[in-house]
């Protein structure tokens, strides 16, 4: 069923795993990532992006797919549908098109007005029964057109946003979105304790997962990131797989070319990608 993503990850902080989310792109995404989570007992966030939205025809059609997808495969796991790097227009978009939890990316903003349009956030989110992400210090890579190197949030303002009521909070700590390039410096772990520290029991979100060592992933998971998003890696799973049905020639036999058929190898393959990552983050079992 629909959730917010509140509960589920105050248990993840408390029990010591990670939630993931997973940005979803069409059917065959979302259909992927809630059977492998049924299938895994786990509890799972599903990611959307604007220009995802935009593509899927508008959130009002990813809010009904999604619902009526829980519905139709019997999904009884947790599952937030979440907007990922949202505007602020987006936010109210997606409020009103029946997602169950927003992120509102101000991170571009001066901090005073990032603290300012996040703290209105919260009080319509309170109000409609939602949770909210926030983010502080920009996340590196390329996303939606914005391109940022990973730099590293300040803790005090981490703070301040913290202390507005938000749900969770994604911080830079040296992350990027996309692969990680060959100079790539690793996570600040200074910068995590120093944030863990200020902001308590809040659980912190690592974006950009896609890339990060395992062992990384399990020291960030120790020092309080209760969300981890994988987007980069469900895509190139896909493609891989698509390519080497057709490299195959898998198309030209009989019914082949039915996108049923073409797509279902890059289906099971991000149905792979999603359970090792949940087997990683430690959230098997704990729906």
């Known amino acids: ?45 599903l990611g959307v992006s604007e220009g995802a939205g935009k593509y899927m025809t508008g959130f009002k ?23 990922d790097h ?8 997606c409020i009103e098109a029946g997602f169950s939890s927003i992120m509102f990316d101000g991170s571009h903003y001066p901090i005073d007005e990032n603290i300012a349009k996040t703290k209105e956030l919260v009080a319509v ?7 909210l992400e926030a983010e502080v210090g920009s996340i590196g890579g390329e996303e939606d057109g914005v391109v940022g190197m990973g730099e590293c949030a300040d803790p005090a303002e981490c703070k301040q946003i913290a202390d507005l009521g938000v749900t969770m909070l994604a911080a830079g700590i040296g992350n990027i979105h996309g692969k990680y390039p060959a100079n790539w410096q690793g996570l600040s772990f200074e910068t995590l304790a120093a944030i863990k520290e200020l902001t308590g029991d809040m659980p912190l979100v690592l974006h950009g997962g896609t890339g990060i060592p395992a062992d990384m992933i399990k020291k960030a998971i120790s020092l309080g990131v209760g969300k981890i998003n ?14 080497k049905y057709i490299e195959a020639g898998k198309d030209l036999e009989g019914k ?13 393959a991000i149905k792979a990608t999603v359970k090792e990552k949940m087997e990683l983050f430690g959230s098997v079992g704990k729906a």
């Not at 949202?86 to 978009?93: A, H």
């Not at 989110?125 to 949770?131: A, L, P, V, Y």
């Open 86 to 93: 949202g505007t602020y227009d987006g936010c109210y978009k």
């Open 125 to 131: 989110c309170k109000e409609k029964g939602m949770s």
């Open 1 to 45: 069923m629909l959730v917010t993503a509140e509960e589920m990850l105050k248990k993840a902080v408390a029990g010591k795993y990670a939630v993931g989310q997973f940005n979803i792109n069409n059917l065959e995404w979302t259909k992927a990532v809630l059977l492998t989570a049924q299938e895994c007992n786990s509890p799972v966030i």
């Open 230 to 243: 994988v987007n980069t890696e469900c895509q190139l799973a896909f493609a891989d797989a698509t390519r």
């Open 61 to 83: 059609t990813v809010a009904d797919m999604v619902k009526a997808m829980i519905d139709e495969l019997k999904i009884t796991v947790p599952v937030a549908l979440h907007l």
């Open 256 to 268: 082949g070319f039915d996108p049923r058929k073409l797509l279902a190898p890059g289906f099971e």
